[in-house]
T-cell receptor, first 109, second 116 residues
Framework: DAKTTQPNSMESNEEEPVHLPCNHS???????IHWYRQLPSQGPEYVIH???SNVNNRMASLAIAEDRKSSTLILHRATLRDAAVYYC??????????FGKGTSLLVTP | DARVTQTPRHKVTEMGQEVTMRCQPI?????VFWYRQTMMQGLELLAY????????DSGMPKDRFSAEMPDATLATLKIQPSEPRDSAVYFC??????????????FGQGTRLTVV
């Protein structure tokens, strides 16, 4: 499985945008980039995914580099409820999700 | 509101006892995953079923763990005999077959297992 590299932790102020980076230099052409997050004492929840083009949904935006070797999850306006561990995962066809350590996001008022 | 249901939510058992965790996937989903989460190891994939057949259980200790899907509405993870090192939160997730890896997985709330 191709690996991802994320910062261990990041901090943001409430109501400000947050950019969570992910490096995946060994990504293959068929790997989708998935983001999940895990709130305290909860199971992981899906945030967004993409292949080549940038993606937007009600939760976040995903910006994918042109060479696909990195991506950035963008939370447009962080709230206290967004404090969680964010996982960037490369998913190959027919494969399960393999979680790394993720980035622990702290949101301060 | 469709969701993955796991039972029990908490389980405390003595070393050597059998433990069975159950998962009800979302209706219509044909893919089920079992994960284990500890502080040290993070989220580890234990087993992965598609259309009730095991696709990958390489992450599961075979001597004491077993995973099955008796039918499309029930997945079970069994530990026999249980050991203190099995203490963890066990998550079940379900989804549609990831033919092109572009489908999402839905996770349950987990079963917190403590083996004393």
């Amino acid at each position: 499985d191709a690996k991802t590299t994320q910062p261990n932790s990041m901090e943001s102020n409430e109501e400000e945008p947050v950019h969570l980076p992910c490096n995946h230099s060994t990504i293959s052409g068929t790997d989708y980039i998935h983001w999940y997050r895990q709130l305290p004492s909860q199971g992981p929840e899906y945030v967004i995914h993409g292949l080549t083009s940038n993606v937007n949904n009600r939760m976040a935006s995903l910006a994918i580099a042109e060479d696909r070797k990195s991506s950035t999850l963008i939370l447009h306006r962080a709230t206290l409820r967004d404090a969680a561990v964010y996982y960037c995962i490369l998913r190959a066809p027919l494969n399960a999700l393999n979680f790394g350590k993720g980035t622990s996001l702290l949101v301060t008022p | 509101d469709a969701r993955v249901t796991q039972t029990p939510r908490h389980k405390v058992t003595e070393m050597g006892q059998e433990v069975t965790m159950r998962c009800q996937p979302i209706l219509g989903h044909n893919t089920v995953f079992w994960y284990r989460q500890t502080m040290m190891q993070g989220l580890e994939l234990l087993a992965y079923f598609r259309n009730r057949a095991p696709l990958d259980d390489s992450g599961m200790p075979k001597d004491r763990f077993s995973a099955e899907m008796p039918d499309a509405t029930l997945a079970t993870l069994k530990i026999q005999p249980s050991e203190p090192r099995d203490s963890a939160v066990y998550f079940c997730a379900s989804g549609l077959a990831p033919g092109r890896a572009n489908t999402e997985a839905f996770f349950g709330q987990g079963t917190r297992l403590t083996v004393v």
